[in-house]
């Protein structure tokens, strides 16, 4: 692929994929669903998403939709801009941003949108879709980090808090005004992620897989599985690796 490259789609049923390059998904119209690494969102105008190279992910709608899709090098990206996207891979588009779509959206579809356009336009981009409120201050994104690296331990809004240095009514409020979540429900994602990338890059039990991410037992791992995204770890394994190779 060229260091930049802009395409418009359309998406109905699920279709899953994975590239060495990372990928705006921009919506214009209607709704679609994205599933990252296990992690679903439900994208529109209002909200984009970043997929990080690599990373296995499914997309799909009910209902008509289009949408930009940026690939490219993140390599050629500023380290703060790229860490900032890869901080918040779901987040809403400010006005400034959706100004910009809507015209990388009428000059894609009039086929004007030339190399020298992208190359001007991306930066600008990625620009606009940063500078929201989701930097992360640095204690929370140190915590993060380290559980992150440890998504086996017995983590609980008490234990998270005390690594962050925060009170847990404090991190409860920093989690939903950074990351709009919860401490726990960021945990269960964050763990359905690692679980997700382990079954399709390596070839673990399942059952020790559950242990690594932090469940009590391999069926506790399936009902979370089931519960958060309607598949068994071993039907996302099959799925996934054969899709992949």
Same mark, same amino acid.
């Given at each position: 692929?060229?260091?930049?490259?802009?395409?418009?789609?359309?998406?109905?049923?699920?279709?899953?994929?994975?590239?060495?390059? $990372?990928?705006?998904?921009?919506?214009?119209?209607?709704?679609?669903?994205?599933?990252?690494?296990?992690?679903?969102?439900?994208?529109?105008?209002?909200? $984009?998403?970043?997929?990080?190279?690599?990373?296995?992910?499914?997309?799909?709608?009910?209902?008509?939709?289009?949408?930009?899709?940026?690939?490219?090098?993140?390599?050629?990206?500023?380290?703060?801009?790229?860490?900032?996207?890869?901080?918040?891979?779901?987040?809403?588009?400010?006005?400034?941003?959706?100004?910009?779509?809507?015209?990388?959206?009428?000059?894609?579809?009039?086929?004007?949108?030339?190399?020298?356009?992208?190359?001007?336009?991306?930066?600008?981009?990625?620009?606009?879709?940063?500078?929201?409120?989701?930097?992360? $201050?640095?204690?929370?994104?140190? $915590?993060?980090?380290?559980?992150?690296?440890?998504?086996?331990?017995?983590?609980?809004?008490?234990?998270?808090?005390?690594?962050?240095?925060?009170?847990?009514?404090?991190?409860?409020?920093?989690?939903?005004?950074?990351?709009?979540?919860?401490?726990?429900?960021?945990?269960?994602?964050?763990?359905?992620?690692?679980?997700?990338?382990?079954?399709?890059?390596?070839?673990?039990?399942?059952?020790?897989?559950?242990?690594?991410?932090?469940?009590?037992?391999?069926?506790?791992?399936?009902?979370?599985?089931?519960?958060?995204?309607?598949?068994?770890?071993?039907?996302?394994?099959?799925?996934?690796?054969?899709?992949?190779?």
């Amino acid at each position: 692929m060229n260091p930049t490259e802009i395409d418009l789609r359309s998406y109905d049923d699920p279709f899953s994929d994975a590239h060495d390059f $990372a990928q705006m998904v921009l919506p214009l119209r209607g709704k679609l669903t994205l599933d990252i690494n296990g992690q679903g969102e439900l994208l529109h105008p209002l909200r $984009a998403a970043f997929i990080a190279p690599g990373l296995v992910h499914t997309q799909f709608s009910h209902e008509p939709n289009a949408s930009l899709i940026l690939d490219f090098d993140l390599s050629a990206v500023q380290p703060e801009t790229a860490g900032l996207l890869a901080a918040r891979p779901f987040a809403p588009v400010s006005a400034a941003a959706s100004k910009l779509i809507d015209f990388m959206g009428m000059l894609q579809a009039q086929g004007a949108a030339s190399v020298g356009v992208l190359a001007n336009w991306t930066p600008l981009l990625l620009e606009s879709l940063t500078q929201q409120p989701i930097r992360l $201050a640095s204690r929370l994104q140190a $915590a993060l980090t380290q559980f992150e690296a440890s998504p086996g331990k017995p983590w609980n809004a008490e234990s998270m808090a005390q690594v962050a240095c925060l009170s847990v009514s404090r991190l409860h409020r920093v989690f939903r005004y950074e990351l709009d979540t919860t401490p726990l429900a960021w945990l269960n994602a964050m763990r359905l992620r690692f679980v997700c990338r382990q079954l399709v890059e390596s070839s673990l039990p399942i059952a020790q897989l559950a242990t690594l991410a932090g469940y009590a037992d391999q069926s506790a791992l399936t009902h979370a599985m089931r519960r958060a995204m309607d598949i068994t770890p071993l039907a996302y394994r099959k799925q996934n690796q054969t899709k992949i190779r």
